[in-house]
C-alpha cells in the first residue's frame, strides 16, 4: 500500500461531523496515520475541517496552487497538526480521495442477495447509481483532479485503481458467478464479463470527465442502460 494510502475516485458525499468518527477510524487502519490519531472529539473535528477546507480548495484552485498554509488559513489550527496527524499534503490529498472513495462505491454496488435472484433489477440498478454518482458535478471535478494526480504518483495511480474500478468489477464479477452457480447464467470468466458490463457507461464517462454537456434526456439515457443490459444478458444465456 502507497504511504500515504488512498483512493480517489470520487465522490461528492456532503460531509458533516457525524461523519467524522468513521473518518479517523479509517485514518487509524492506515499508514502514517495509525502512529497518532487524535484521542479527542475535539482533535477529530480539526481533522474533519482540515479535509473539509483541504478538498474544497483543491477542488477551486488545483492541488498544486493550494500550499499547507492556504488550507490552514482557510480552516484554521497549524501546519504542526497537520504535519503531526496527516504527515503532508500528499497524505492530507489522500485522506480525502480514500474517504470519498469509500462512500462513493460503497453505494454503488449493493449486495446481489438483497435483489432476491433478479441479475437484471441489480445490473441495471448498479449503472444507474454509477451513472448519477458520475453525473454529480463535484464528484467529476474531484475525477479530474485524481486524474491530474495520477501523472505524478505511479503508487496512487495504481493504489486507486485497485480500490475503485477493480473493487467494482471484482463485486460484479461475485455477483456474476453467484448467478452463474444458482442456474440464472452462463459465464465462463467473471472478470472479464464485468469489464465488459462497466464499458456500457464509457461513453457517458469520457463525456462526464472532458467537460462536454450529456445530450440525451434521462429517459434516453435509461432505454439505453436497459438495452445494454438486456443484451448483456442474452450473450450469458444457458444454451
Not at 473539509?52 to 492541488?63: I, K, R, T, V, W
Not at 493504489?159 to 473493487?167: D, L, R, V
Not at 456500457?200 to 462526464?208: H, P, Q
Not at 438495452?227 to 444465456?237: A, E, R, S, T
Request: net charge negative.
Amino acid at each position: 500500500m502507497p504511504s500515504g494510502h488512498i483512493f480517489a475516485t470520487i465522490i461528492f458525499i456532503p460531509y458533516q461531523l457525524a461523519a467524522c468518527s468513521l473518518i479517523m477510524h479509517d485514518l487509524a487502519q492506515l499508514e502514517p496515520f495509525s502512529k497518532d490519531v487524535p484521542p479527542t472529539k475535539r482533535g477529530h473535528e480539526r481533522c474533519l475541517a482540515l479535509l473539509l477546507s483541504a478538498n474544497d480548495l483543491f477542488l477551486e484552485h488545483g492541488y498544486d496552487a493550494v500550499s499547507l498554509d492556504d488550507i490552514v488559513h482557510h480552516a484554521g489550527g497549524s501546519k504542526a497538526f497537520i504535519y503531526k496527524y496527516f504527515g503532508n499534503k500528499e497524505c492530507l490529498f489522500t485522506a480525502i480521495c480514500d474517504y470519498r472513495a469509500e462512500k462513493f462505491f460503497k453505494d454503488i454496488c449493493l449486495p446481489f442477495e438483497s435483489f432476491e435472484g433478479d441479475l437484471r433489477a441489480y445490473l441495471i440498478h448498479t449503472l444507474d447509481n454509477f451513472k448519477n454518482h458520475l453525473s454529480v458535478p463535484a464528484n467529476s471535478a474531484f475525477l479530474r483532479l485524481i486524474l491530474e494526480r495520477t501523472q505524478h504518483n505511479v503508487e496512487l495511480a495504481r493504489y486507486i485503481y485497485e480500490q475503485g474500478p477493480k473493487h467494482l468489477q471484482t463485486s460484479i464479477a461475485h455477483a456474476l458467478d453467484h448467478a452463474a452457480a444458482q442456474g440464472l447464467i452462463r459465464c465462463e470468466n467473471s472478470l472479464y464479463s464485468a469489464q465488459l458490463f462497466f464499458g456500457i457507461l464509457r461513453n457517458l464517462e469520457w463525456r462526464i470527465l472532458m467537460g462536454l454537456p450529456v445530450q440525451d434526456d434521462p429517459q434516453t439515457t435509461d432505454d439505453y442502460i436497459h438495452y445494454c443490459v438486456d443484451h448483456f444478458l442474452q450473450g450469458h444465456q444457458i444454451v
